[in-house]
């Protein structure tokens, strides 16, 4: 049987069948949520997969379910064909889109979200949308050899905006640092981990745990409800509702951009693009050392700033 070893144990036994009836939605296939996947995939969870990037050669370091043959192509799809060959019983849904306010109620149909996304506006995007309908979901960030995870479930835990200001921004990130790929890995388990005990109705974690696997240093810090939070105890859900949406979005790491725009026609950019670049395209987008552009409009963008990046769109995009 294909799940004996999780039956075994007595923290699990029947739960499993029990398991096999949930849907986790992953946002983000990078290196945490990639491993998450494949882990909840082989323990039987139906999954909902959503993320916006495509495969590049300084992934493979760390984001283990991808190889060189995938480089260029969207994450999710590429993740959706692997984790169907690993277990062909459990649901799949593939979303290759930025997640914002419009297109969110995707996740209405899970059970648990795990975050494993880049920037912290999607962050307070999911936490108002947790709350609002009251479903859980778990923030996990990595950075060098450090590693940070915190259940949110509402009712039962401090919220995210609880914790987290909007205005904090790290000054280091992880094209200045580096991220080393065990703690990636580690970070995945933990967070999987906490899934399994959420779905199953068990004790899970109610603070926020850091590891540096490095040092080999583990803290689990004691958090305490915010009574002026503006999302859990003011029911402002500003993310939400939209009113925080700029359409322009710096990304993980200090030269990434993303600008969603009008809806492209690929082949027609492309054929105009491959006159004065080496831009690639396949059926999902267009990609080049500067840039990658998807029909839907969004394109992701390689700068120091943010002006640097709207010229870089116009010159390419719109020009």
């Known amino acids: 049987m294909r799940y004996q070893k999780h039956e075994l144990l007595s923290f699990i036994g029947k739960k499993q069948k029990f398991l096999e009836e949930k849907t986790v939605a992953i946002i983000g296939l990078g290196a945490t949520g990639s491993t998450s996947a494949n882990l909840l995939a082989r323990a039987g969870i139906n999954l909902i997969l959503i993320d916006r990037d495509v495969i590049e050669l300084d992934n493979l370091q760390r984001q283990t379910i991808f190889d060189e043959l995938d480089i260029g192509h969207p994450k999710v799809i590429i993740a959706k064909e692997k984790l169907s060959k690993i277990n062909s019983k459990i649901k799949i849904e593939a979303y290759l889109l930025d997640l914002n306010y419009s297109n969110i109620d995707i ?3 899970a059970n648990l979200i795990l975050d494993c996304t ?7 995007l999911i936490n108002d949308f947790s709350i609002f309908n009251e479903i859980p979901w778990i923030y996990a960030a990595v950075l060098g050899s450090n590693a940070m995870s915190m259940n949110i479930v509402p009712n039962k835990t401090p919220c995210f905006r609880c914790i987290f200001k909007e205005q904090e921004s790290l000054t280091e990130n992880c094209d ?12 995945s388990s933990i967070q999987s981990t ?15 745990f850091i590891f540096n696997i490095w040092n080999l240093q583990m803290q689990k810090l004691v958090v305490k409800k915010n009574l002026d939070c503006k999302t859990c105890f003011k029911n402002n859900f500003e993310y939400l ?3 925080k949406y700029t359409g322009i979005l710096k990304l993980c790491g200090q030269n990434s951009f993303q600008i969603i725009g009008k809806p492209l026609n690929l082949k027609n950019l492309h054929k105009r693009l491959s006159k004065s670049t080496d831009a690639k395209i396949n059926k999902y987008c267009i990609y080049s050392d500067k840039f990658t552009a998807f029909s839907d409009g969004r394109v992701l963008i390689k700068a120091n700033s943010v002006n640097k990046a709207k010229s870089i769109y ?3 995009i719109t020009n």
């Open 118 to 124: 880049d920037n912290m506006e999607t962050r307070f």
């Open 176 to 187: 200045s640092v580096g991220v080393l790929n065990t703690i990636t890995n580690l970070i």
């Open 241 to 243: 509702e939209g009113k």
């Open 314 to 316: 116009s010159k390419f």
């Open 194 to 208: 906490e899934a399994i005990k959420i779905l199953t109705n068990q004790d899970f974690n109610k603070e926020i």
């Open 107 to 109: 996740l209405l149909k």
